[in-house]
């Protein structure tokens, strides 16, 4: 039921820096920034969030970052930012994997999407397994198909700029790049996704002007624009109902702005 990564024995505590939103006795929450790695794997066994975590509980004699029983309850991709809940006690990572695992969590992200959509919100729904052709990619399958688990996205569109849109995403499951493959799926592929072909120029116009907004933004942000804006859970001691929320990390806040300011002009107000 529990999400419970093998974590190398030898992990080190490391002096990395952390924007810590909330913590108490039983948890932390904190807002991972693009580029740190959540857990260690291969060829990351150095720099990642547990090893930040570990030199940040360093002193609390009762959290070993090596010890499934504590830790990380879920994860974000390297390159996608936002909010992640820590538990420092076995009971609070009981607590808050049955909590993810009934879907009684509130995740919801942020995310630049090639493309426009004419409707307001919609739902996704596929099984999701590693891709044969690429396993550092995963594939979406028909609903019900022995291939993958599965996996459902909502989304909302917050924001339209033709040819791309601003969208929230609600997660109903939590696969591995659930949202990334899911609207790879669908046709509208994460801004500045490379994995997923959003490196590509996929919507607008044949401009030499237009090519050089497109890879001034990629520049800005040379990453997928997705951010885990909220998270809320019961806090696994008190039952109180816990919600958090991070502003757009800068690289995206800039690239929406400029997207504002392509299609509707200087005058449009920032919002």
């Given at each position: ?31 991972k920034h693009a580029g740190m790695v959540v857990h260690p794997g291969a060829g990351n066994f ?187 859970f019961r806090h696994p001691r008190t039952g109180e109902q816990m919600n958090f929320t991070s ?25």
């Amino acid at each position: 039921m529990l999400n419970r990564p093998q974590y190398d024995s030898t992990i080190e505590a490391e002096e990395i820096p952390l924007e810590i939103v909330y913590e108490d006795a039983d948890l932390l929450v904190v807002n991972k920034h693009a580029g740190m790695v959540v857990h260690p794997g291969a060829g990351n066994f150095h720099g990642t969030l547990i090893n930040a975590i570990a030199w940040h509980l360093k002193d609390l004699e009762s959290f070993n970052p090596n010890d499934p029983d504590v830790g990380l309850v879920h994860r974000i991709d390297k390159n996608t930012t936002g909010l992640l809940v820590i538990a420092k006690t076995p009971d609070a990572k009981t607590s808050l994997g049955k909590q993810f695992f009934n879907k009684t969590t509130s995740r919801k992200y942020k995310a630049l999407v090639w493309g426009n959509f004419t409707e307001d919100d919609g739902r996704i729904e596929g099984n999701i397994a590693r891709d044969p052709t690429d396993r550092l990619r995963m594939k979406v399958y028909p609903a019900g198909d022995e291939q993958g688990k599965p996996a459902v996205t909502h989304y909302r569109v917050v924001e339209r700029f033709g040819y791309t849109t601003l969208l929230e995403c609600v997660l109903e499951t939590g696969r591995t790049h659930q949202i990334r493959a899911h609207m790879k799926h669908i046709g509208h592929p994460l801004f500045g996704d490379e994995r997923y072909g959003g490196t590509a120029i996929l919507r607008g116009i044949r401009s030499n002007s237009y090519r050089t907004f497109i890879f001034n933004c990629f520049s800005i942000c040379n990453r997928q624009a997705l951010h885990a804006q909220t998270l809320g859970f019961r806090h696994p001691r008190t039952g109180e109902q816990m919600n958090f929320t991070s502003e757009l990390p800068e690289d995206l806040a800039t690239i929406v702005q400029k997207w504002r300011t392509y299609i509707y002009g200087s005058a449009q107000k920032e919002k």
